[in-house]
Every structure is written in C-alpha cells, then in structure tokens.
C-alpha cells in the first residue's frame, strides 16, 4: 500500500525556522508532481508550493519569499523549508503527491495521495 508520511511539525518561536519532510512509501513506479497544502484553524486548505519532478517549483503568493519546497527523487521524499515563522503560520500543514504505483509487471494505477498532517504552531 503506497502512502505518505509526515514529519517535523511541532512549536517554534516566531522567526525562527522548521523543515517538514514527506516521504512516500509503497510500491512506487514514479512520484510525480509533490506539493504542501496548510489549513489554519477556520479555514480552507490552501496551497503552499509545488514541485514537479523535474524540479521546477511554483508556490502561492507571497510564500515563496520564507518558504523553499525541494524534493529527493532518490528517496521519494518532499521538504518544506521555512523560515521567519510569522503566527498566522501556524497551520496544519499537508503533503500531497501524484504518483504511479506498480501493481504488477504489466499494471499500474495512477493516486493522489495525502498525508495525515502535521501541526505547526508559531508562537512567542
């Protein structure tokens, strides 16, 4: 069973820094495009940054200034830099990924899986 798993939530102290990581585990024949989500307390889900295979990284508006996506194609796994943590920061953050899974040597199937979430939480 392919999933996603999350680490490196937790508290940090406004400015300071924290990197999440996601790895994806199971019987994966590609990891495609990789992204993080939040979802501060009230309200929706919203996209932090993509990154492609390739590489080639967007993000929303005004993140890209604190926060780095980057990814290990060798070990299936997205990070997510941030830096000069502000409060309203303070989210659940989510990893997504596209990718194929190998079901046999002749089928495979296509997912978008998302992890289970890690909390993040700014504060003095």
């Known amino acids: 069973q392919v999933q996603l798993e999350e680490s490196g939530g937790g508290m940090v102290q406004i400015g300071g820094s924290k990197m999440l990581s996601c790895k994806a585990s199971?019987?994966?024949?590609?990891?495609?495009?990789m992204a993080w989500y939040r979802q501060a307390p009230g309200q929706e889900r919203g996209l932090v940054a993509v990154?492609?295979?390739?590489?080639?990284?967007n993000y929303a508006d005004s993140m890209e200034d604190r926060f780095t996506i980057s990814r290990d194609n060798a070990r299936n796994t997205v990070y997510l830099q941030m830096n000069s943590l502000k409060p309203d920061d303070t989210a659940v953050y989510y990893c997504?990924?596209?990718?194929?899974?190998?079901?046999?040597?002749?089928?495979?199937?296509?997912?978008?899986?998302w992890g289970q979430g890690t909390l993040v939480t700014v504060s003095s």
């Open positions: 199971g019987n994966i024949l590609s990891v495609n495009t």
């Open positions: 990154i492609g295979k390739s590489g080639l990284t």
């Open positions: 997504n990924a596209d990718l194929d899974e190998r079901l046999s040597d002749q089928e495979t199937r296509h997912l978008v899986l």
